[in-house]
Structures are given as C-alpha cells and as structure tokens.
C-alpha cells in the first residue's frame, strides 16, 4: 500500500457540479487536510508545495455519495427467497440471521462497505438489528470494518423485541429484552459517538420495524436518543402487508403510529416510506422528518414506489439508500441515483425527477437526513474533501452533458475517491484495503453464515 497520509490535493480541469451552488465547466478543487478550501473556474493557480496534483481532465467531481440505509450483515445473506415478498423473505431470512456472528459481520461489512465505496459513497449508515446471544461484538466488528475500508461511518443500533409469542413476526429467539437492548445501545453511543464538526463515526438509535418492535421500545429508545443528541432511524410503511399488520394489531397505519410515538422530527430518518397517505407527506414536511427512499430494494421485493417526487415538493429531507445486499443483492449506491430517477418517472412522468435532483438526492439529501448537511453532500470551501471524480472519457463521451451521461446510463468508473482528503478509491481501485482482500472477506462470510466452514 503506498502513502495515504497525503492530505494536500488540488483536483484540476475537471467538470464540476458541487450540488449547492453553480456548476463550472472547467475548474479546480483544494483539499488541505481534511477540508475543502477552495472550489472555483479555472486552474488553482499556486497551491501549497508537495500538494498532489490530479488532472480532472475528462471527468466529473460531485460530492462524495452519502448511504442512508444498510444491513452490512447481509453481504452474507444474499439471494434467499428472490421472488417472495417482504414478509417471506424476512421469514425465511430470520433462520439464517440468527447464526451471526463477529467473524460473519467483520467479513460481511467490510465486502459490502468495499462495494459502496466502489460506487462512489464516502458516507454510509448501517441498521443493524439482529444480536444473537454469545455471538461477540457484533456492533464492534462492522466498526471496526469502516475504519478499515475509510469510510464516514454512522452505525444505527438497532433492535427487536417484539417476537412471534407477542404477535411480532420474528422467531424469540432472534429478539431481545427491552432492557438489554437499551443498555447496549446507551453503551454504544457512550464507546463510540463522536458529535464532532469532522467526525468519521456516530451512532444512531434503530428499533427495527413497527413488526418486530413493542410501543414501549419504541418509546423509550427516543428518549434514550434524545437524551444524549443522537439521531432515530426505523423502517416504516415499507409495504402494503404492513400497513395491513398495524391496522389488525395496532389500529392505526404506520406513520401515523410513529406520529403518535412522538417519532417525527428533524432528529428522525426513516427508511423506504413508500406507502404513504397525503397526510404523512405533510407530517413528513412539517417536522422535518427524513426519507431513506431504496427504489431497488422496493423493486425487488415488489414493495411499490415511494412518493419521493410529493415529499420533495413538500420539503421534506430524501435520501437514497441500497438497503441490505439480502433484498438488493450488491446493489452499487451510484446506481440508484438512475434507479430513483426511472421510478419516479415510471410513475409520474419524465418531470418528476431529473437527473440533478437525482444527485441530490444522493448527496445535499442524505446529508440532510444525518443532519450533517454544514459538513457534507455538496463541493464548498470549509465542507469535507469528501469528493468524488468520476471519468467521463471513452463510452461515455459521446454524451455532452456530464451530469445526463453520470446518471442516466451505466456509472462511469471512478478516477478518485477521496473521504476528508483521504484517497480511498484510485482508478476503480480501493487503496485502503484491496478489492481482492474485500471480495474474499465477502465470500467467506457467506460460506460461514452458511456452515460451510
Ligand atoms: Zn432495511
């Protein structure tokens, strides 16, 4: 591996969209330390000596792709029940969930953050939710794993407490006590979240789904979370068996369950959201509630299409999210920029989403969602080199519009991948940890998940 202490860099000639502000047809990037110090058209003119030079020349520099929603354990998990819905496929999977262990998580979510990088993502969530008793650390090891792979990191504990004897859809042995899980949160966030301006980890609080998860659990993990300023995230109105299940068990519909929880709020981001009612989209709005919105996962599981198009028109903070590798095998996160923009479109029409609100979506969005938006998801002086170059030459230049070529058709290959001026990426290549390392980690994993080894 060759020096990756190099914190001094100007990025030339390049196309430049920063997502908040103009784009620049030709222009220059500097990156000391972890910040950016300057964006602007033209050459960068005399820069600090040592700095690295990159030639932009035929690429695109967009901010850094930010993941709002991930099961890394998953990596280990994939292509079980590929045609069944959601909840089949969570049946199914909650057999093989409950052998996890450290060695699968370690493996898992070092393939699966090695694969995000890959597209593009310099931030990324993790829900994790299943802790089988006596297994390790398991929130320890997907840790672990991001700082290895150098990626922004925040992991969302998660949890279930509500299992098949008190009319939740996972097996006991899969959920635990509500105490427990709160105790093991609170140590988490106390071991591991860093508030700071900069910070490469923060801990989210993650019940898992209005299915698993008991009234009171859901209850007391926002006041846990609030209590030390952490963020909330939980999957809601992802399909319509569940809006089914809250009406028969809880007599009401998913968000507005939530609402009545007191979990909307501008510290709160929810996956998927696809099944909402005009009401929801205005709750959603007026708390300032974010949308973790994952059109490949939606697809795959037939779960529907968000309404991302009503809630942007609202106001409301969308994000983009691959979801776990279970329900969107090895989906890259890049990709579902075109995946949202086809979606939206399929159902509302050729207006309903360009290609830029796309990509924003996927940066200044997601930012949103983690409340991090002063820090990244757009290219300005004082935000985080969180920067990605994308090359535009060969197949790709025969479109004009850099931004339409990015997003409409197969994602060019990375030239570089920096995260807080760090290079992750270079030539489609990880440089922290190597693809083969990654890819490896990833199988055996699956192999172990399995009882194969
Ligand atoms: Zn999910």
Redesign the pocket.
């Known amino acids: 591996m060759r020096d990756l202490a190099v914190r001094r860099v100007v990025i030339e000639n390049a196309y430049i969209t920063p997502v908040v502000g103009e784009e620049i047809p030709c222009g220059h990037i500097v990156v000391e330390g972890d910040r950016i110090t300057a964006v602007g058209p033209g050459p960068a003119g005399a820069v600090h000596e040592g700095a690295e030079r990159v030639d932009g020349s035929g690429c695109l520099a967009t901010p850094g792709l930010v993941n709002t929603?991930h099961?890394l354990y998953q990596w280990a998990a994939q292509g079980v029940t590929p045609d069944g819905t959601l909840f089949e496929w969570l049946v199914a999977s909650y057999r093989l969930w409950a052998r996890l262990d450290a060695e699968v998580v370690s493996g898992a979510a070092t393939a699966g953050l090695a694969w995000l990088a890959k597209s593009g993502c310099t931030t990324s969530t993790d829900?994790h939710y299943v802790f089988p008793r006596g297994r390790g650390d398991l929130f320890e090891a997907e840790i672990d794993a991001a700082r290895r792979v150098g990626l922004r990191f925040h992991p969302c504990r998660g949890s279930m407490d509500r299992g098949r004897s008190q009319g939740g859809l996972p097996p006991d042995d899969v959920v635990e006590e509500a105490d427990e899980i709160l105790r093991a949160t609170e140590e988490a966030i106390q071991k591991f979240h860093d508030p700071s301006f900069g910070s490469m980890l923060r801990i989210a609080v993650a019940p898992c789904s209005p299915f698993s998860v008991s009234g009171d659990l859901m209850i007391r993990s926002a006041e846990l979370a609030r209590s030390h300023g952490v963020r909330l995230h939980t999957?809601i109105a992802e399909t319509a068996d569940e809006d089914e299940h809250c009406r028969e068990q809880l007599g009401m519909l998913p968000v507005e369950y939530l609402d009545g929880l007191g979990w909307l709020g501008p510290d709160v981001w929810l996956?998927h959201c696809v099944h909402l009612t005009d009401k929801d989209v205005r709750r959603f709005a007026e708390t300032g509630t974010g949308a973790a919105h994952c059109p490949s996962s939606n697809g795959r599981l037939g779960a529907g299409i968000a309404r991302v198009a009503d809630l942007l028109r609202a106001g409301a903070p969308v994000g983009l999210g691959v979801?776990?590798a279970a329900s969107s095998e090895m989906t890259p996160l890049a990709g579902e920029i075109r995946m949202a923009m086809l979606m939206q479109r399929a159902r509302y029409g050729p207006g309903a989403l360009t290609a830029r609100q796309a990509l924003e979506l996927a940066t200044i969005g997601g930012a949103r969602c983690l409340g991090r938006a002063a820090e990244i998801g757009s290219l300005e002086a004082g935000k985080l080199a969180d920067i990605a170059l994308w090359r535009l030459g060969g197949f790709h230049a025969a479109v004009d519009d850099p931004v339409v070529a990015f997003a409409y058709g197969q994602t060019p290959p990375l030239a570089r991948l920096l995260v807080g001026g760090r290079t992750v990426v270079e030539d489609g290549e990880l440089r922290t940890v190597t693809d083969a390392a990654a890819a490896e980690a990833g199988t055996r994993a699956h192999r172990r998940l399995l009882g194969e080894t």
Request: overall charge negative; hydrophobic content about 15%; glycine content about 14%.
């Open positions: 929603h099961h829900h999957h996956a979801d776990g």
